[in-house]
């Protein structure tokens, strides 16, 4: 079965780092991977999807992340944070064709002023 | 006026009540999901609807119905809550005519069984 792992849990930074979250799913065909974040108190938005192509993925809010094909991993980086960037960052994956996103539990990111 | 409209946004209720969680949709999709969201666990699928003659069960049905009136409303149910059902609870909605490129989410029901 398909699933997704997101290896932090929670993430303190402060503002001006470099941020990146891992993330590893397990499924042998082809997929496509995705980023949500989820603000405090709303729901989650897409920040970056992966189809095919370019491996390095560009989102919005400066957001970007690489596809490693051979590691099974799709980590999100950042350069600088800033503190709005504090919320929960989801990543999921979908097989390709398929119709079923698989969530990863989640990472919450509280950057400090 | 938001795209995916979740109602209510709150709700506290007792346990073995009935409640209904409504979700409607302004995008035309013809796909709609059900998501319960608990801390440390992301996003489980309750269940889905790719069109409304056809509903289907998810990772964790147990509990909970569905009903799709309308291709732009999906309702889950909660016959006799619980607290474990104490969660906040996301719809979602996504296009099959188009390339899958992520859902569209509700903004949530934060529900409290006590």
């Known amino acids: 079965a398909q699933s997704v792992s997101q290896h932090n849990h929670h993430v303190i930074l402060s503002e001006a780092a470099s941020l990146e979250l891992g993330c590893n799913y397990s499924?042998?065909?082809?997929?496509?991977l995705f980023w949500y974040v989820q603000y405090p108190g709303q729901h989650l938005q897409l920040l970056l999807k992966y189809f095919s192509g370019d491996p390095l993925v560009k989102g919005i809010k400066g957001f970007e992340a690489e596809f490693i094909k051979s590691k099974f991993s799709f980590n999100l980086r950042k350069p600088s944070v800033q503190w709005s960037d504090t919320a929960e960052y989801f990543c999921?994956?979908?097989?390709?064709?398929?119709?079923?996103?698989?969530f990863g539990a989640g990472t919450r990111l509280f950057v400090k002023a | 006026d938001a795209d995916v409209t979740q109602t209510p946004r709150n709700r506290i209720t007792k346990t073995g009540k009935r409640i209904m969680l409504e979700c409607s949709q302004t995008k035309g999709h013809d796909r709609m999901y059900w998501y319960r969201q608990d801390p440390g666990l992301g996003l489980r699928l309750i269940y889905y609807s790719f069109d409304v003659k056809d509903i289907n069960k998810g990772e964790i049905s147990d509990g909970y119905s569905v009903s799709r009136q309308a291709q732009a409303k999906f309702s889950l149910s909660l016959e006799s809550a619980i607290p474990n059902q104490t969660a906040l609870y996301f719809c979602?909605?996504?296009?099959?005519?188009?390339?899958?490129?992520?859902?569209?989410f509700g903004s949530g029901t934060r529900l409290t069984v006590v």
């Open positions: 999921a994956v979908i097989r390709t064709g398929g119709f079923k996103t698989i």
């Open positions: 979602a909605t996504s296009d099959s005519t188009r390339d899958f490129h992520g859902y569209t």
């Open positions: 499924y042998g065909g082809t997929v496509n």
